[in-house]
């Protein structure tokens, strides 16, 4: 059964700072990796969508990395702003679903 | 549609009572999800459709729970004789097909409490 965990669970940074969150997953035999953006009360916005065959994809201030083989997956946030402010979820499609992990609570203090 | 709706974004009802959670999704969609996310949990899978049909129903909690689409578009979940711990907020979600590629588009989730 796959299982994803996020690390860590929440993180609290000035504006301007670079910062990193990290995904793992237990079985490598997945289709690809999706990382989301939730705000409160509101649903899941696609961040950034990861093939099994891609090493990382970009876009604007956001790079996710992943490395199927050792089952890990990192986004990292480039100049982080207030608006960033949101839970960020790692989700990696196997079958016939995504699996979600936890999720990490992030803010951007101004 | 421009994006995935849900409705009602909100329902409270009473413990015993049945209730019926709508999705229409992204025009053109094939694919349609139901998860199921409580508080201070991550999102746990309920039920995938492709077209019509559901090949996977292994996220469905009890028999309570069933869903159902037609005509490939909206979809509706209903929860039979809702219990206290089915409250939670119910996403939908829709994507193009069925390949490695497909984003998942989602919807804003009916927040469910059952009293």
């Known amino acids: 059964k796959q299982e994803v965990t996020q690390i860590p669970a929440a993180l609290s940074v000035p504006e301007g700072e670079n910062l990193v969150l990290n995904c793992s997953f237990t079985d490598s035999a997945i289709y690809n990796l999706q990382w989301f953006r939730q705000d409160p009360g509101k649903g899941l916005t696609s961040l950034l969508l990861i093939q099994s065959s891609q090493r990382e994809q970009t876009s604007g201030r956001l790079n996710a990395s992943l490395d199927k083989s050792s089952g890990r997956s990192t986004l990292y946030i480039a100049a982080s702003q207030p608006g960033d402010s949101a839970t960020y979820l790692c989700?990696?499609?196997?079958?016939?679903?995504?699996?979600f992990g936890a999720g990490t609570i992030l803010r951007v203090k101004s | 549609g421009a994006g995935v709706s849900q409705s009602p974004s909100n329902k409270v009802t009473e413990k015993g009572k049945d209730v019926e959670l709508r999705c229409d999704p992204i025009?053109?969609?094939?694919?349609l999800y139901w998860y199921r996310q409580s508080l201070g949990q991550g999102l746990e899978f309920l039920i995938y459709f492709q077209g019509n049909s559901a090949p996977d129903k292994s996220g469905l909690p009890s028999d309570r729970f069933s869903a159902e689409r037609t005509g490939g578009s909206v979809s509706t979940l209903t929860i039979q004789r809702t219990q206290q711990e089915d409250s939670a907020v119910y996403l939908c979600?829709?994507?193009?097909?069925?390949?490695?590629?497909?984003?998942?588009?989602f919807g804003s989730g009916t927040q469910l409490s059952v009293l």
């Open positions: 989700a990696v499609k196997g079958g016939n679903k995504l699996v």
């Open positions: 979600a829709s994507s193009l097909g069925w390949t490695e590629v497909e984003k998942l588009f």
């Open positions: 025009s053109g969609h094939t694919a």
